[in-house]
């Protein structure tokens, strides 16, 4: 939680909402995801079962259309985080779908069933714009393309919350499909992600592959546009190659999206040893930022996301923890880090690249449409 000592009011969130996207903007960043408080998962916009608070979403909504920076909204199972497995109440789960993504479709009825100012229920004071004729204007700067569907689904529970637990992979495919359908008849032009596999432990003796590869049996590799892929125990060549083989074996190729990596920028502590594959320093940290962007894409990813982003440690007056390290900058300070400029300038160099060569172990040829090739030479690391 971030402290109420430094934001005591509503205004005072926004703006620095508000300066976290200028440096994301600043940054190259086209396309972001996971916002917390002023995101969409259902124990933030409906914490009793039909009624919606979108006051912090349509914030951010507005705010990513100024910037230019597309969102991926996640969508969540339960309105009580602590619970998992398939929502108990089905309907009142896919109702809860329905109204988020009728709202940021881009017309301008935005699923309301009531007039000003109220939206769903009375009294909600949820209608976004005073009169209809701005109506068209507000969908279209608070328009969402992209719906994050599951988060790293497992049969059991890690010793942490936000992933998606209890569910077995018949689970996950129903409730992709489910989900698709709603989105998709609410809005034609939406794109639905899975945005990957996390660690399934040791609960029905599944591995991340075999978990990954039933869910998509019976039709279930249909359910979503885009395959996401978590590359921090792992390489980021080898998690594509994996997910490319399981999504091949089904011949429906989807574009692949590199949803999460990242490394830290301090050494990590022994219990930490597999959780990244570099990083250690800020010399390491460019060096991974660098070399991820070119292998990901040589190995036929569309995007690539960092994550953390961010070092939100002094805002929430904590001690920094090894996913803080992965930040490129810290809130509160605004320190900008090496791997910040880093990131900037592969994200600005590598911007609508045609295609990609591999010229060598370290050597990176990108031909563009319209401007001069780029090559990338990378430092041989041992």
Request: include cysteine.
């Amino acid at each position: 939680m971030l402290s109420s000592r430094i934001y005591s009011t509503t205004d005072d969130l926004e703006k620095r909402q508000e300066k976290l996207f200028s440096i994301l903007s600043m940054a190259g960043v086209g396309i972001a995801r996971d916002f917390m408080s002023y995101g969409v998962r259902r124990p933030i916009i409906e914490r009793k079962k039909g009624q919606y608070n979108f006051r912090a979403s349509d914030f951010l909504t507005g705010l990513s259309h100024k910037y230019n920076i597309d969102l991926i909204y996640r969508l969540s199972l339960h309105i009580n985080p602590r619970e998992s497995g398939k929502p108990e109440d089905m309907a009142a789960y896919l109702n809860y779908v329905k109204t988020v993504v009728e709202r940021y479709d881009g017309d301008d009825d935005f699923g309301c069933v009531l007039s000003y100012p109220d939206c769903y229920k009375k009294g909600d004071a949820q209608y976004p714009v005073v009169s209809k004729a701005d109506g068209r204007e507000w969908g279209r700067r608070h328009r969402v393309y992209y719906w994050e569907v599951l988060k790293e689904p497992e049969p059991g529970r890690r010793n942490r919350m936000g992933n998606e637990a209890g569910l077995e992979p018949d689970d996950s495919r129903e409730i992709l499909k489910k989900t698709s359908e709603v989105i998709h008849a609410a809005d034609d032009r939406a794109k639905v992600i899975f945005a990957g596999m996390g660690p399934v432990g040791k609960h029905g003796g599944y591995t991340e592959d075999f978990y990954y590869e039933q869910m998509l049996k019976k039709g279930g590799v249909e359910t979503f546009h885009i395959a996401g892929v978590d590359a921090f125990t792992k390489t980021v060549t080898e998690k594509l190659e994996r997910y490319n083989k399981v999504l091949n074996r089904y011949k429906r190729p989807k574009p692949l999206w590199v949803t999460q990596t990242g490394v830290p920028n301090r050494p990590h502590r022994p219990h930490q040893k597999n959780l990244f594959n570099g990083g250690g320093n800020p010399d390491a940290q460019c060096i991974y930022v660098a070399k991820t962007f070119t292998d990901a894409f040589a190995a036929g990813a569309k995007k690539v996301f960092w994550g953390d982003f961010l070092d939100n440690s002094k805002a929430e007056n904590r001690p920094s923890t090894i996913w803080d390290a992965t930040g490129l900058f810290e809130t509160e300070t605004w320190k900008l880090r090496p791997a910040y400029f880093t990131y900037k300038l592969m994200a600005t160099a590598l911007k609508n690249f045609k295609s990609v060569e591999r010229i060598s172990s370290h050597a990176y040829k990108f031909n563009f449409s319209n401007r001069s090739t780029i090559y990338v030479i990378l430092p041989e690391t041992g």
